[in-house]
């Protein structure tokens, strides 16, 4: 495959991205008649054409679909080889994409990142925070190498990487009666008002799934798909949020905050879950991240 052919690809990727010929020229550097004449000439080549043209922008043909999904398949595979040729140079150069849960960001995945370019500096890193299902269709569509997330949907074609068990805890000010106590039940934090992650994110899937067998409801005074939100509505509140231990450490108070383990037998322990597409070789410098990361979690 010539290089000429992967610069299309990346034009078809981005018209699909943007949804528009306008938005997609600008992020490439192109002028629109010069994106759209590329267009036009590959669905001149292939006889079909990938694209609807409409008035709010482009939208992807059934071919399109089907040749997009090629499209990024070949990207992704043309990565893994030059990245493969850098680790010959020992990870000089090569980058990192990971999809993420809002479960790590706030302390964990920075520190590992930071950790891993102080021995790698020629490495970079994309990250982009997501809801849990959104986190593995990324991997489906090929838009990220890793994909980090809580409470992960069953996915044939997503294979697990290495999982960490992880049982959510209550986070409340640091001032708050029950900060006081090494534990807490579900009965002492229901007492409060309930801070709870909505329904896009894998602990509410939980706490969902615990409220159903149980007597005992949540007084919502607030639902939000941010945990840095919640956090900060706790602080100044009497309410209590949940959240699991990676991203809420129990060690010390953090901005005001603190963690404290959840006692009840009935609320399910889930894992959070390292993964990636199945059938697509990680390239290496996302495998070797991988070892990093899985040291970091492991024994935690």
Same mark, same amino acid.
Request: a positive charge; aromatic letters at 6%; proline letters at 5%.
């Given at each position: 495959?010539? +290089?000429?052919?992967?610069?299309?690809?990346? /034009?078809?990727?981005?018209?699909?991205?943007?949804?528009?010929? *306008?938005?997609?020229?600008?992020?490439?550097?192109?002028?629109?008649?010069?994106?759209?004449?590329?267009?036009?000439?590959?669905?001149?080549?292939?006889?079909?054409? +990938? @694209?609807? *043209?409409?008035?709010?922008?482009? *939208?992807?043909?059934? $071919?399109?679909?089907?040749? +997009?999904?090629?499209?990024?398949?070949?990207?992704?595979?043309?990565?893994?080889?030059?990245?493969?040729?850098?680790? !010959?140079?020992? #990870?000089?150069?090569?980058?990192?994409?990971?999809?993420? &849960?809002?479960?790590?960001?706030?302390t964990v995945l920075p520190q590992v990142i930071q950790q891993f370019n102080e021995r790698h500096p020629g490495i970079t890193f994309t990250v982009t925070v997501a809801d849990h299902?959104?986190? %593995?269709?990324? #991997?489906?569509?090929?838009?990220?190498?890793?994909?980090?997330?809580?409470?992960?949907?069953?996915?044939?074609?997503?294979?697990?990487? @290495?999982?960490?068990?992880?049982?959510?805890?209550?986070?409340?000010?640091?001032? /708050?009666?029950?900060? $006081?106590?090494?534990?807490?039940?579900?009965?002492?934090?229901?007492?409060?008002?309930?801070? !709870?992650?909505?329904?896009?994110?894998?602990?509410? %899937?939980?706490?969902?799934?615990?409220? $159903?067998?149980?007597?005992?409801?949540?007084?919502?005074?607030?639902?939000?798909? &941010?945990?840095?939100? !919640?956090?900060?509505?706790?602080?100044?509140?009497?309410?209590?949020?949940?959240?699991?231990?990676?991203?809420?450490?129990?060690?010390?108070?953090?901005?005001?905050?603190?963690?404290?383990? %959840?006692?009840?037998?009935? #609320?399910? *322990?889930?894992?959070?879950?390292?993964?990636?597409?199945?059938?697509?070789?990680?390239?290496?410098?996302?495998?070797?991240?991988?070892?990093? !990361?899985?040291?970091? #979690?492991?024994?935690?």
């Open positions: 495959m010539s +290089l000429q052919y992967l610069r299309v690809f990346r /034009h078809i990727d981005e018209i699909a991205r943007c949804g528009s010929i *306008r938005k997609a020229a600008e992020a490439l550097f192109l002028t629109p008649s010069a994106l759209d004449r590329r267009l036009q000439d590959l669905e001149a080549e292939l006889g079909t054409p +990938l @694209f609807e *043209r409409h008035a709010r922008g482009m *939208r992807l043909t059934s $071919a399109g679909e089907i040749f +997009l999904h090629h499209v990024r398949a070949q990207r992704a595979d043309f990565e893994r080889v030059r990245a493969e040729i850098e680790q !010959l140079k020992g #990870l000089q150069r090569g980058s990192v994409s990971v999809v993420a &849960s809002q479960a790590l960001v706030h299902a959104v986190v %593995i269709q990324a #991997l489906r569509e090929f838009q990220a190498d890793l994909g980090i997330v809580y409470h992960a949907p069953a996915a044939a074609d997503v294979l697990p990487l @290495f999982t960490v068990d992880q049982a959510l805890c209550a986070v409340m000010a640091e001032g /708050h009666p029950l900060a $006081a106590q090494p534990g807490v039940s579900m009965a002492d934090c229901l007492a409060y008002p309930a801070a !709870l992650p909505d329904r896009s994110l894998g602990g509410r %899937i939980v706490l969902d799934q615990f409220f $159903a067998r149980s007597s005992l409801k949540p007084k919502v005074a607030m639902e939000s798909n &941010s945990f840095e939100m !919640l956090r900060n509505y706790v602080r100044g509140t009497t309410a209590v949020t949940f959240q699991i231990p990676l991203g809420a450490p129990m060690a010390e108070a953090r901005d005001g905050v603190v963690a404290r383990p %959840i006692t009840d037998r009935k #609320l399910e *322990r889930s894992t959070l879950v390292v993964a990636q597409l199945k059938g697509r070789p990680l390239p290496g410098p996302a495998a070797r991240f991988v070892e990093a !990361l899985r040291e970091v #979690l492991v024994r935690q």
